[in-house]
């Protein structure tokens, strides 16, 4: 069976039985069966995970369904803008490659020549190819996922804490670090193997960051994101019957993995793995979402929201966004921090508030104003388990911090030829219509000259300026372009919010806080603040050893695109064809297959997460030729959790104090302190163009155009006058870390904390 090679290296041998052989036999086909009639009979509470995982070892790989599943991923997949850096990646990048393309042409040759035992080994493979990018805007889940959850109780709340927060950590249980009576013992192997290098490898595979520390942290519930991601605990594939823990007093302890049906998931009538397939795998017989199940005891634990911060050890703030609370104010008490202020910002997002941008908008405002009022000096802005949200929101949190300070922005996009044929469809229309376009689509910004600017702020003229080729790494993009604009909100710095407060807090006093976690427009406001303002970063936990740690490792690229929203506006361009041979000629190719979308009708949930790719790279302003995502940009400063900060963030608030001004000598980890660059050299590609000289001229462009300003990076770009006042300008909901919140926030259902 497929999945044994890929799953041994994550689990070691020993965690994983010796693999059910072909499918639809004897115990193995009758598993589904059992689930069914346990459920009908409401006489199991759960299923074990290996009858769940035999019944799914049963579900039939159909070739033909299988390789127009791949054909289609595949047309999605040209719009992922990493490709040819994954398949030949910079020695800044300390992941393994991976040639994704590639990889799905094996995937479908092996369907054809029938290879797949399963449907789930079929589409285990497709997953673990995407996950291999390491990126949080590249997902998708197809549907055999839709029906069960494993769960191992023993693997929750597992936490990494150091004695005192610079020596080396181990690995706990929670619950056993409060205990009063009995001292703590440490895990040290998971299945037989060593615990650090288990966790560091299941990190590795499932947990989306494009950083071996982020990965890490993500395993463990933190007070800023109390469920934790353990695969182990808590997912949707199955990773071995039982879960077994050695502890460092030579104790082991062993717990079944269980299966548990997702919630609205009817499994009444599954008798086999054919019907398994034509109920959850075949958009033509599947009657959309099981209507909600409530058949059988085989349910869910209830859905958990993400608990909200406020409810956490939290100390009083000064200032809250929301009753969620993803930005938060505080004034640190003691002595010693009498100057200190803390801004917690768990995400620029909350996706059921309408009124996000405007409230977060204000929090920060407020803040800063009783912050002046307080005389506060100094400024930590703990940014742990952020992983994106709203553009706009890091431009205007940057705008508050530095007014007047130039936010740098220079993002591309792979120019695939379905990209291109809608942008000159587009561009077909009359110019009003255009506009309409632009104005409803966040994809469609980006590719019209309407509004777009590139990074020096000049005004792009017509479509074949945006669709110029920029070779990069043996891959072809469209021109740099900044951040296409946004109506509807007056980010600070323009209209009438256009002269803000003077700056509070000098560079020199304000430090990021991460725990490498930090993603999509984490990243871009953190880059605004370490490369136009020069502030210093410290980062907390990573997997236990000496040395530095990334600061950013989430991913960078700067917006997310959904497989529905490709495939609607490539059905729209389609329609918008007036030529019928052409249209016809349009719907047969790649633009057909998108617009038919048959990956979206796969995905285990086609209306949440129909499947996502990242649309545009950005750069760092002394870098044009590699996407923020590749480059390695280390922490000034790291230290590990203690077990008191994993629910009390002043502890840590006051420890990244300590290590950042007070002794980071004695506070930060042994050799992980890193001097800040301030001086590279902006990138020719971005330096102001001479008149005339240079558009349009890709990755070359303005080289020898010496101008004498264009050196200092820490000011970015010198403003020329008919520049715009401020490049800040972002766009809703294009950075979310969708991948992570998929297993984490919307399948998880333990509070840890
Ligand atoms: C756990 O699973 C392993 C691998 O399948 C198996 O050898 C072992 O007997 C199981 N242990 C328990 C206690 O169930
Ligand atoms: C495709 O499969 C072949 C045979 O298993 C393997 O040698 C090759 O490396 C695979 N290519 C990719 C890109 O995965
Ligand atoms: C060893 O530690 C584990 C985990 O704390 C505990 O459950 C077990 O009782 C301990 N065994 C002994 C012999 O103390
Ligand atoms: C793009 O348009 C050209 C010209 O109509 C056509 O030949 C080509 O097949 C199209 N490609 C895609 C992916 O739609
Ligand atoms: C638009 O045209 C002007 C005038 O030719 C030119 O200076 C400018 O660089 C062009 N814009 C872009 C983005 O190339
Ligand atoms: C940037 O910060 C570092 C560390 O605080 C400092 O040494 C350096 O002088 C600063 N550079 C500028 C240009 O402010
Ligand atoms: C695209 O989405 C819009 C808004 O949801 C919808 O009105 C329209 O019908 C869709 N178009 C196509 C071609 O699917
Ligand atoms: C910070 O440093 C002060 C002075 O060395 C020390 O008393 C305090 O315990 C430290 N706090 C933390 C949380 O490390
Ligand atoms: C933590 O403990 C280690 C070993 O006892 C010691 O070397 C280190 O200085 C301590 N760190 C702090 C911040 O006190
Ligand atoms: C600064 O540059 C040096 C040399 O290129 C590099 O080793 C170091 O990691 C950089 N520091 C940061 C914080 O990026
Ligand atoms: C612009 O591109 C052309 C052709 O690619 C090249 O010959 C020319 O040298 C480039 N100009 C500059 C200023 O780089």
Redesign the pocket.
């Known amino acids: 069976m497929l999945w044994w090679p890929l799953i041994v290296p994550i689990l070691g041998v020993s965690a994983v039985p010796a693999p059910q052989s072909s499918p639809a036999t004897g115990q193995t086909s009758a598993a589904c069966a059992q689930i069914s009639r346990a459920v009908r009979s409401q006489l199991a509470p759960q299923s074990s995970g290996s009858l769940a995982f035999d019944c799914l070892g049963s579900v039939p790989n159909r070739p033909q369904p299988a390789v127009k599943l791949v054909e289609s991923l595949k047309a999605f997949v040209q719009w992922q803008s990493t490709l040819a850096f994954l398949k030949n990646p910079p020695q800044s990048y300390m992941l393994p490659p991976v040639d994704i393309q590639g990889s799905l042409d094996n995937i479908s040759a092996t369907a054809t020549a029938g290879g797949f035992s399963s449907e789930y080994d079929f589409q285990v493979k497709i997953l673990q190819t995407l996950f291999a990018a390491h990126d949080g805007h590249f997902l998708f889940v197809p549907d055999v996922f839709k029906v069960f959850t494993f769960s191992n109780s023993l693997a929750e709340g597992i936490v990494s804490v150091s004695s005192n927060g610079s020596s080396l950590p181990k690995l706990y249980h929670y619950s056993t670090l409060l205990s009063v009576r009995t001292a703590p013992v440490a895990i040290t192997k998971i299945n037989g193997l060593d615990a650090t290098s288990f966790l560091t490898s299941l990190g590795s595979a499932f947990s989306l960051a494009q950083d071996a520390d982020a990965e890490w942290n993500m395993l463990f519930p933190i007070y800023s994101n109390p469920a934790g991601g353990n695969p182990l605990a808590f997912f949707p594939l199955f990773l071995g019957p039982n879960l077994t823990l050695t502890y460092e007093n030579g104790t082991t302890q062993t717990q079944q993995t269980v299966a548990t049906l997702k919630p609205g998931v009817d499994f009444s009538n599954i008798a086999s793995g054919d019907d398994f397939y034509d109920t959850f795998c075949n958009p033509d017989t599947t009657t959309g979402t099981p209507a909600a199940s409530s058949t059988g005891l085989i349910q869910t634990k209830p859905g958990l929201k993400r608990r909200s911060p406020t409810l956490a050890d939290y100390p009083p703030p000064v200032v809250q966004n929301s009753d969620e609370g993803t930005t938060m104010g505080f004034f640190v008490d003691g002595t010693g921090f009498e100057d200190v202020a803390v801004l917690a910002i768990s995400s620029f997002a909350e996706e059921t508030d309408p009124l996000y941008l405007p409230k977060f908008q204000d929090a920060v405002q407020s803040f800063l104003s009783q912050s002046r009022a307080a005389e506060k000096q100094r400024l930590v802005i703990d940014l742990t388990s952020n992983g994106g949200g709203s553009v706009l929101a890091g431009f205007e949190l940057f705008a508050q911090l530095f007014p007047g300070v130039d936010s740098f922005n220079a993002n591309d996009m792979r120019l695939t030829e379905s990209l291109a044929n809608i942008s000159r469809i587009l561009a077909a229309q009359p110019i009003q219509d255009q506009k309409t376009d632009v104005a409803a689509s966040s994809l469609l910004s980006n590719l019209s000259p309407i509004d777009l600017s590139d990074p020096q702020g000049d005004k792009f003229n017509t479509t074949d300026e945006i669709l110029t080729p920029v070779t990069l790494q043996g891959d072809q993009f469209t021109a740099y372009i900044r951040q296409p604009t946004v109506p509807g909100f007056t980010l600070t710095g323009t209209g009438d919010r256009y002269n803000p407060p003077p700056a509070l807090f000098k560079p020199e006093n304000i430090v990021l806080l991460t725990d490498g976690t930090c993603g999509s427009t984490c990243t871009i406001f953190s880059y605004l603040m370490i490369f136009q303002a020069n502030v210093t970063t410290v980062s907390v936990g990573g997997r236990p050893q000496v040395g530095p740690m990334q600061s950013v490792g989430g991913v960078e690229g700067s917006q997310v695109l959904t497989f529905s929203e490709i495939s609607n506006i490539s059905a729209t361009a389609i329609s918008l064809v007036s030529d019928q041979a052409e249209a016809k000629q349009l719907l047969a190719g790649e633009l057909g297959v998108l617009a038919e979308g048959y990956a979206v009708q796969r995905a285990a949930d086609p209306v949440s997460s129909p499947g996502s790719i990242n649309f545009r790279n950005a750069f760092a302003p002394s870098d044009s030729k590699t996407p923020l995502q590749f480059l390695?940009?280390?922490a000034?400063c790291r230290f590990f959790y203690t077990p008191q900060m994993i629910n009390t963030p002043e502890l840590v608030w006051k420890y990244a104090v300590n290590a950042t001004w007070t002794d980071p000598a004695r506070f930060c980890v042994q050799g992980s302190r890193?001097?800040?660059?301030a001086t590279k050299i902006l990138d020719p590609a971005f330096q102001a163009k001479k008149d005339g000289a240079g558009a349009g001229n890709g990755t070359d462009g303005g080289s020898g155009t010496e101008d004498g300003n264009g050196g200092a990076q820490t000011k970015g770009p010198e403003d020329d006058n008919d520049k715009p006042k401020s490049s800040a300008q972002g766009r809703f909901q294009s950075g979310n870390m969708q991948a992570v919140w998929l297993f984490v926030a919307v399948l998880v259902t333990i509070v840890y904390l």
């Open positions: 390695y940009e280390p000034n890193v001097q800040a660059n």
